[in-house]
């Protein structure tokens, strides 16, 4: 089974997969974070580049990044087997097409490149996830999280951006639209405020385990 947490950046997808590989421990899940920041051949240039070090960040046409990326993917995915194991990845491909189509312009242009990389995807035969949580978050508690973020200095190029942070968001919604086994996570109550890991950890374990129970 292949589980796989999405979500902008802040929204606490990794104490979220953390949580998940405590409870199914019994399962001894395969656990990972995307991209495998300096995990070579691909993870650590992944880090470089998304720190500046390899220039001019703006000047480097998305696919060449994607690209990358998806090769980190291919990397990892290759020697694992969804269909025998309990995978949880904490990003995967779905971040690799929104945040890497969020710098078109145009929604054509945007669809063509999710176009592109989903090709890229299965030519590299990357499974899709059996369940694919999308953690959503308010546009007030995602700015003043990636603020705080930013001043801890525990930001990278694209968490600095928060108007780039709100194209994310929109491409994720068109991405997510023409996705399978999406569930959507609130991770805030209706006044706004954040609600518990626990409550949203507890409300994914569900999802999870009726689907062990409906597919094994």
Request: net charge negative.
């Amino acid at each position: 089974m292949l589980v796989v947490l999405e979500g902008l950046d802040g929204v606490g997808k990794s104490l979220q997969t953390r949580l998940l590989q405590e409870y199914f421990a019994l399962y001894q899940p395969e656990v990972l974070h995307f991209p495998r920041h300096h995990q070579r051949p691909f993870g650590d240039l992944i880090s470089r580049f998304l720190h500046g070090d390899l220039g001019d960040i703006e000047a480097t046409h998305p696919a060449l990044v994607a690209l990358l990326f998806a090769c980190d993917q291919f990397d990892y995915m290759k020697n694992i087997d969804t269909k025998e194991d309990l995978v949880i990845l904490d990003r995967y491909y779905y971040s690799n097409m929104a945040y890497h189509s969020a710098k078109f312009s145009h929604a054509q242009e945007r669809l063509a490149f999710r176009q592109w990389l989903a090709d890229v995807s299965k030519i590299f035969s990357l499974p899709p996830a059996d369940l694919l949580f999308y953690l959503e978050l308010p546009d007030t508690l995602t700015s003043a999280n990636l603020e705080q973020r930013t001043a801890d200095g525990k930001s990278d190029h694209y968490e600095r951006d928060l108007s780039f942070q709100a194209r994310v968001r929109e491409a994720y919604q068109a991405m997510l639209a023409e996705e399978k086994n999406v569930v959507r996570i609130a991770c805030a109550q209706p006044d706004g405020t954040w609600r518990s890991a626990q409550e949203i950890h507890l409300e994914m374990v569900q999802h999870i385990e009726r689907w062990l129970e409906e597919n094994t």
